[in-house]
Structure formats: structure tokens, C-alpha cells
């Protein structure tokens, strides 16, 4: 049974325009299954989370990772008598804006729209579902609940804010939004924090003893290292030297069993601290709920080991040569491509910009769609059959 304070059919704000029956399925579960049908979701597939799929194609994407977010939310929200059908489409769609190369791929449309409208995922993630992806005859959009549309809006300025009307009411009057949304918020941070670790780990960016450093790690080892039956945790070995193949299998599994203890203390931290703050608050309506502070978070003890995390990913994973080292071609890759469709807008593929449409944000659209894959693809081809749109020389990637 829902919460009285969780987002309801009853007290939503609903649709903006009718739709017919749902067939048996509440409206939280059409939006979900409006998103999992969307081109915009097919294409993070295809979308680098942290590690490039140009360099290899084992670790999260934009979509697995988006999936990961969905099962924590779900699970976490179950227990918090919270709407899992709406933190599983916020959890599902919450990377729907993003471009291809992950966070390198915003801040380079943010760049280079500049002046123009500028760029931010989470409205380019409203922009998808409220206008691109349009599949109805009657409407363009995707049509979702308000409370979805609110919650993709993660952040938005208060000068654009004030454009977007009632689904960015709460940047403006700084209420807080939906638990839903402030669960989701979490799950997501405590999701892609874990995978990055293990990704790091299996790509042998981190080596055992680093992976060992990690904030929370060695306490989590010591907590479940009586299931290995004695076994040790992974050493470093010498380069050149190899496992065998059970070896690594054992090994592996050991890390990523840690690194699961690791993400459900985080989750167990966060489920039982909102529990003890609802109590306190009582909050008894969704209203209630606007009006308070945000109630979903960490334990103090645990808000602390969180951003200690955050802080060696940056430091040891993030700014990796594996990852950085192909930052520099990717980005010359996107900005050659938006100098050379500026200069060329024929070259777009596709339907290209709709007439009457404002061009840079037709062309930012554009690109922001593209996977990573495609980026390479067209970059080549314009080489090869337009290099006058090319101010610099073709660019390879480092592997």
C-alpha cells in the first residue's frame, strides 16, 4: 500500500491531454512502457557512461547503467511505501538527454551552444519526451504524467525555469519535489559511483590493492570475506604475468561481491535514515512532502564515506589516461561536425530541422542524439566526401 505522502493517480496533476483506457495498467506503467518504446532510450545503448565503447564494449552504457538505476529505485521505494512505478520510469529515462561521450559530450554542447540556448541534459530530457520523440497524431510528445515530466527535471536554472512553466515550478519557488524524485536522485548516484568502481576494476584501470583504497571497501570486505571459504583477496601481479582463466573468474568475483556489499549498505543507509525522517517530519500529503526539506538522504557517517567515494573515482578512475586518453579526438569529433553542419546544414541526416524551428537548437538536437558509434561514422564520412567542411585534419582515435 502506497504512503499517503507518495505520488498517486488521486493526486497527480495528470496528463496534458486526454488519452483512452489504459488496458489494466495504472498511468505511471503507460509512461514507462511510452519510454521503453522511445528511439531516445534505444540510443544509450549505443552512449559511453563512463568508459568510451570505442575502447570497449563490456562496461555499463548510458542504458545499462539506466537500468541498474531502475532496479535500486524500485526495490528502495517498495520499502519506503513509496510509487515504484514512477521511480522506475524516472529511473529508466533519467539519462534521456544525454550526448553521446558522456559528460565530455555535455560540456562540449554546452560550449558550443553558448549564447544559442546553451545545453543541459536534464532539459534536453524534457525536450525528448515533451517534443521530439513524437509518435501520436494528435500531439507531439510523448504525453507522460506531470509528476514524470517534473521529475526529469533534475536542474534548471531559474532564467530558464521561468520558460517552462509549471513543471519547473520548484526551481523557482524552491520546494522540494516528490520523494520519488529525491529517491531516484540517489539511487542513480549510488549506482553509477559502484558500477564505475567495478567497470575501473575489470578494465584494469584500478589493481587490486588500489580497488582495496576505495572508501567503504575494506569495511565491506571484511563483512562478507567469510563467504570465500577462506580464500584471499586479490593481489597485484606483475605485468606480462597472467591467470588462468578461473583464476580470473574467482577473482573477479570476489571484487564484485564486495562492491555489491558495498552498494547495499549504501542503500540499506539511505532506506533506513529517510525512514527515521519521515517519522519525525509525519508529513500525511504529497503537499506535505513539497514543503519539507528534502527528506531522502545519508546518514551523516554515510554522507561522508558517499562523497569520499565520489572524490577517489575522480581522482583514479575519471581522469584516467584510459578514459582521458581519447577525450581530445572525441571532442574534435563533435565540434568539427557542428562547425561543419553549421557551414552545411544539408549534410544533417535524417528529417534535419523543421521549418520556423530555431536552427542551433534543431542542430544541438541533432547531434545530442547521436550515439557514440555514429559520431565516428559521420565524422568519416564528411571527411571523405566534404573535407572542405573540415578545418582540421582527420583525427584517429588513440587505443
Not at 558500477?195 to 563483512?223: F, H, Q
Not at 593481489?235 to 591467470?243: A, L, N, P, Q, T
Not at 549504501?266 to 528534502?294: C, F, H, S
Amino acid at each position: 500500500m502506497l504512503a499517503p505522502y507518495a505520488v498517486s493517480e488521486q493526486n497527480s496533476k495528470g496528463r496534458q491531454h486526454t488519452t483512452s483506457d489504459g488496458g489494466g495498467r495504472n498511468e505511471f506503467q503507460r509512461d514507462y512502457t511510452r519510454i521503453i518504446h522511445s528511439r531516445a532510450l534505444r540510443r544509450l545503448q549505443g552512449k559511453t557512461q563512463v568508459f568510451s565503447s570505442n575502447l570497449s564494449g563490456l562496461s555499463r552504457s548510458r542504458l545499462t547503467h539506466s537500468m541498474e538505476v531502475e532496479q535500486l529505485a524500485r526495490s528502495a521505494a517498495q520499502r519506503l511505501n513509496l510509487n515504484a512505478d514512477l521511480c522506475g520510469v524516472l529511473a529508466i529515462a533519467h539519462d534521456l538527454g544525454h550526448p553521446p561521450f558522456g559528460h565530455m559530450g555535455q560540456d562540449v554542447l554546452e560550449e558550443l551552444m553558448a549564447g544559442k540556448g546553451g545545453f543541459e541534459h536534464n532539459l534536453q530530457a524534457l525536450r525528448l519526451v515533451d517534443e521530439l520523440e513524437s509518435p501520436y497524431w494528435g500531439h507531439e510528445g510523448l504525453n507522460l504524467m506531470f509528476e514524470t515530466r517534473e521529475g526529469l527535471l533534475k536542474h534548471c536554472t531559474t532564467e530558464r525555469a521561468a520558460l517552462l512553466g509549471d513543471v519547473a515550478a520548484r526551481h523557482l519557488d524552491g520546494t522540494s519535489p516528490p520523494l520519488e524524485t529525491q529517491l531516484v536522485d540517489w539511487c542513480d548516484a549510488i549506482a553509477y559511483l559502484h558500477a564505475d568502481l567495478e567497470d575501473a576494476y575489470n578494465e584494469g584501470v584500478i589493481s587490486a590493492s588500489l580497488v582495496m583504497k576505495a572508501p567503504g571497501y575494506s569495511e565491506a570486505w571484511e563483512r562478507v570475506k567469510g563467504r570465500f571459504n577462506g580464500a584471499a583477496h586479490p593481489e597485484d601481479r606483475s605485468e606480462g604475468v597472467k591467470m588462468d582463466a578461473k583464476t580470473q573468474r574467482l577473482e573477479r568475483a570476489i571484487v564484485r561481491e564486495v562492491i555489491g556489499e558495498m552498494l547495499r549498505f549504501a542503500v540499506d543507509d539511505l532506506v533506513n535514515t529517510t525512514k527515521l525522517r519521515l517519522e519525525k517530519a509525519n508529513p500525511q500529503t504529497l503537499d506535505d512532502i513539497r514543503k519539507l526539506p528534502p527528506q531522502v538522504g545519508f546518514s551523516e557517517a554515510h554522507k561522508d564515506r558517499h562523497y569520499a567515494l565520489k572524490r577517489f573515482s575522480r581522482q583514479e578512475i575519471y581522469n584516467h589516461p584510459a578514459i582521458t586518453s581519447v577525450r581530445d579526438s572525441e571532442k574534435n569529433m563533435l565540434v568539427s561536425l557542428f562547425r561543419a553542419y553549421e557551414k552545411d546544414p544539408t549534410e544533417m541526416s535524417g528529417r534535419g530541422i523543421e521549418e520556423g524551428k530555431d536552427f542551433y537548437r534543431g542542430l544541438c538536437d541533432h547531434i545530442s542524439g547521436f550515439t557514440d558509434r555514429f559520431v565516428s561514422e559521420e565524422y568519416n564520412r564528411i571527411f571523405e566526401q566534404r573535407p572542405d567542411l573540415l578545418k582540421e585534419k582527420k583525427v584517429r582515435l588513440r587505443r
